[in-house]
């Protein structure tokens, strides 16, 4: 599986993905300047964290019209996947290619800790590597990680099974101490409609190793490749 | 010519840095705050002699990257003196 990991000015998790793909999962990986708009030798485009453009305006805005960005709806039609971690989610809602919008934490705080996520959808490309109701730990780190979507949005992504991953204690229970920053209903993690579009907040490339603390974030990439393997994806590309 | 940008958080959208800046002028002794919001001023200059056009094409900007149409409204002030 061919990777591609995005760097705008002032990303800073690009490094760490680069590192996790090529090297703990030995995947092909290269970085894509976010000039760039020819992604036809990727199977899964990765937007990573930091603060793009600075955040200037509001988080992922600037990097949401971007050039790399505005190729991913044609990257994405042809069957690609896109994960986006932290500043990546951001990125992917302010470009409109996940529903709603992630805002100031409610504590005002900057959060980086650790968290505890339950798995809620094991029916996606990025999860079906998990047991449904898995509580993986994976760390955040961001300011403005908190979602907000609209009541019918809101309605729509439950319907359609799109939350993927909420909040919670280390036992499992979504309740209102274990969410870090004011997210609507403890929603870490979302996927678009056809499921191939992941958004979410914390950082799996940050716990991809024994020595960084825990491996759960390997979970989401050995999710991806196995589902491509079986589709044949690989081939067909 | 020259317009002004007013970004808001929308109503019933709970805006923590208006909050926050609330709470520390009350403890400044401002006792008869009852609400406080912080939002943005964008001023741009424009190469357009009518005010229609030039109003229009920030509407454009607002919709296309100035505002955010899930968390924020914009109002447009245009031309400015």
């Excluded at chain 1, 760390?139 to 099974?161: F, M, Q, W």
């Excluded at chain 1, 204690?169 to 403890?186: D, F, I, K, L, Q």
């Excluded at chain 1, 950082?203 to 603390?213: I, N, W």
Aim: aromatic letters at 8%; a negative charge; charged letters at 25%.
């Amino acid at each position: 599986m061919r990777f591609g990991v995005v760097v705008f000015p002032g990303t800073w998790s690009d490094c760490d993905f680069h590192y996790v793909i090529g090297e703990v999962l030995q995947q092909p990986v290269k970085y894509v300047w976010h000039r760039d708009r020819n992604l036809t030798e990727f199977d899964c485009i990765i937007l990573p964290g930091g603060f793009s453009y600075g955040d200037y305006l509001r988080a992922g805005a600037i990097a949401g019209r971007s050039p790399v960005v505005e190729a991913l709806a044609e990257f994405i039609s042809r069957g690609g996947f896109v994960l986006g971690s932290c500043n990546g989610f951001q990125i992917l809602c302010e470009a409109g290619l996940l529903p709603g919008a992630l805002m100031r934490n409610e504590c005002l705080q900057y959060r980086c800790q650790s968290t505890s996520l339950l798995v809620e959808n094991t029916d996606t490309s990025f999860t079906r590597g998990i047991r449904p109701g898995q509580v993986l730990r994976m760390p955040i780190s961001h300011g403005e990680g908190k979602y907000h979507a609209d009541p019918h949005v809101l309605e729509t992504l439950k319907k359609r099974n799109q939350v993927v991953l909420r909040y919670c204690t280390e036992e499992g229970a979504v309740t209102r101490a274990a969410n870090p920053n004011g997210s609507v209903e403890n929603i870490a993690g979302i996927v678009d409609a056809e499921g191939t579009v992941f958004g979410l907040m914390p950082h799996p490339e940050r716990a991809a190793e024994t020595a960084m603390g825990g491996t759960d974030g390997l979970m989401i990439f050995h999710s991806l490749l196995g589902s491509l393997v079986e589709d044949g994806s690989f081939l067909k590309r | 010519m020259k317009a002004r940008v007013l970004i808001r958080l929308k109503r019933g959208i709970l805006d923590v840095q208006g909050s926050a800046v609330k709470r520390a002028l009350e403890g400044l002794g401002y006792a008869e705050l009852t609400d406080l919001r912080v939002g943005k001023v964008i001023e741009l200059d424009i190469a357009a002699a009518d005010p229609r056009v030039a109003t229009a094409r920030v509407e454009e900007m607002c919709r296309k990257l100035l505002a955010n149409p899930i968390t924020e409204d914009f109002s447009i002030e245009c031309p400015l003196p």
